[in-house]
């Protein structure tokens, strides 16, 4: 059995959009997953939300929907999807909120959840995007919102990178010292460059220094400046990101310009001492695959990018963690909580556990602008019980919450114009969240809060 796609609609596929279906030609999905062709996905994805599928980064998560159709994901980003010997790349921009809007400003949100302590987001990068460093790069992408992705995940890298990792390396120099030798003198270059022209006071010599000026360094300065020149050009950027400029290039300050060249990339050291390198070196080649320097010295886009993914999931869970912490006194995302019940543990993890105004709350986030399901408002609510008080099931939680009353669902709201804005309108809206919720005789209640997203 064939499931056809038009390959024009893998090339402009949005998060969630269903993708064009064609009776007669067009690219097999089924063999996208591995599947033989004359399996049915019906059968497969008897379970839509099965995460060998919807959660595999890859693909971007394609799918069989229980509707019919074959959707992307989660996910946003360009990969490369093989069909026997040939390759169809598949791009997911950034999706709207409401019909006739601008999209959702992905890059904003990004740097903002990078920008901000771990312990409140409960996000890493490396949780929330990814690239295919050694990939073969993918053509005819020309989307500057992913650009932004792509810039913002290299700057933020190595702006932690260079305040713990960066190392110095031994480095060839040869100069042509007078009056003094060093290390080891060339005596071939000795003869033709001082001795036919009477320079006796003069020593060509050859030694090593310790210095920051190695090829993994130069590779990451060059990236920088890229994206240095690349922002200057784009008055609409995160702030963050300039922020994050300021750090790198004062670490690097002692590294020259430089040109990158195909060839260096097979001769980096990503090993040993220099494994620390391999995540912002991924990152440079990202960026320097999607941009280069036009003659002029201005950055210039390219329709070219190496395969990358960024989870809108956790992105907005990370979202969440920056809007909670801008209103409430402490949050900690990601906690894991053990329940012990008839001589059996159980591990859960709530997305956060808040303290607002002397009072606790347990805080789930879904990324669903149409609306929480019936499994969402159950699973907030179970977290908040076992944490509050799982003594009526006969079990025992450890680091149990005294005093806690109160389960938050957060889902995406209305959009706001940046980041700035959804920021003021979620300490507006917060207040009001108990409008959208019940509460139960005992006083356990249940509330619902809208997180604004900024747009482009």
């Not at 890059?107 to 949780?127: D, I, K, R």
């Not at 941009?291 to 999931?313: C, I, M, V, Y």
């Not at 009001?432 to 619902?448: A, S, V």
Request: hydrophobic content about 40%; glycine content about 6%.
């Amino acid at each position: 059995m064939r499931y056809p796609v038009d390959p024009a609609a893998l090339k402009n596929a949005h998060e969630w959009k269903p993708l064009e279906l064609l009776e007669q030609g067009g690219v097999d999905l089924a063999n996208v997953v591995g599947l033989q062709t004359d399996h049915a996905w019906r059968q497969v994805y008897a379970k839509a939300d099965d995460p060998v599928y919807t959660d595999n980064p890859c693909t971007l998560g394609l799918h069989w929907s229980y509707d019919g159709k074959i959707k992307p994901s989660h996910f946003i980003g360009a990969v490369n999807l093989s069909f026997g010997v040939e390759q169809h790349p598949f791009v997911v921009k950034p999706r709207t909120l409401l019909e006739n809007q601008a999209p959702v400003d992905y890059g904003a949100m990004f740097a903002s959840v990078l920008a901000t302590p771990s312990h409140v987001t409960g996000m890493e990068l490396n949780w929330l995007f990814g690239c295919d460093p050694d990939a073969r790069p993918i053509r005819a992408v020309g989307l500057p919102q992913l650009t932004l992705l792509e810039v913002t995940a290299f700057l933020a890298t190595t702006a932690r990178f260079v305040k713990r990792h960066l190392r110095q390396g031994f480095v060839q120099v040869r100069e042509n010292l007078t009056g003094r030798a060093r290390g080891r003198i060339l005596i071939a270059d000795q003869i033709r460059e001082n001795l036919v022209r009477a320079r006796p006071d003069r020593m060509v010599c050859a030694y090593q220094q310790f210095n920051l000026d190695t090829l993994e360094n130069r590779l990451l300065k060059a990236a920088l400046e890229v994206c240095t020149r690349w922002i200057a050009s784009n008055p609409h950027y995160p702030p963050q990101l300039q922020h994050w400029v300021w750090a790198i290039r004062a670490a690097l300050a002692s590294v020259p310009e430089y040109r990158p060249h195909p060839s260096d990339w097979s001769r980096v050291r990503k090993k040993g001492l220099m494994a620390t390198y391999e995540q912002p070196l991924a990152m440079a080649r990202l960026v320097l695959t999607r941009l280069h320097l036009r003659p002029n010295g201005q950055a210039e886009e390219s329709e070219r990018t190496l395969p990358f993914f960024l989870d809108a999931n956790r992105l907005f869970e990370g979202w969440v963690g920056v809007c909670l912490n801008k209103v409430c006194n402490l949050v900690q995302a990601q906690e894991w909580k053990t329940l012990n019940i008839y001589g059996h543990s159980y591990n859960f993890r709530p997305d956060f556990i808040i303290k607002y105004n002397e009072q606790q709350i347990v805080v789930d986030s879904k990324y669903k602008p149409g609306g929480p399901e019936l499994q969402d408002l159950y699973q907030v609510i179970g977290y908040a019980r076992l944490l509050a008080n799982p003594e009526p099931i006969g079990g025992d939680c450890n680091q149990r919450i005294e005093g806690l009353r109160e389960a938050c669902l957060a889902i995406p709201g209305q959009p706001a114009n940046d980041a700035n804005q959804a920021l003021e309108q979620f300490a507006e809206a917060w207040p009001e969240r108990f409008n959208k919720g019940r509460c139960w005789p005992d006083g356990f209640q249940l509330t619902l809060v809208e997180v604004p997203l900024p747009q482009t």
